[in-house]
């Protein structure tokens, strides 16, 4: 349950940041790329925010098999 959550807020918390910075890129050139970006910058976010909580749950994995050995 706590690794489902985590993974949850990590993934949201990346994909608000990944929107806010595709909007402020897109809103450079016009309204229409402002919103684009923002819906590409959230994709691109969340996937971060996915693979990042992925490989530090692996990493603790690791870490408590080399201790119990």
Same mark, same amino acid.
């Given at each position: 349950m +706590?690794?489902?959550?985590? !993974?949850t807020l990590s993934r949201a918390r990346y994909a608000a940041m990944g929107a806010a910075a595709?909007?402020?890129? +897109?809103?450079?050139?016009? !309204?229409?790329?402002a919103s684009t970006g923002g819906a590409i910058g959230a994709l691109v976010g969340a996937v971060i925010g996915e693979k990042r909580v992925a490989a530090s749950d692996l990493v603790e994995q690791v870490?408590?098999?080399s201790e119990s050995q």
């Open positions: +706590g690794s489902n959550l985590k !993974r595709g909007a402020a890129i +897109g809103g450079l050139f016009n !309204r229409n790329a870490k408590e098999r």
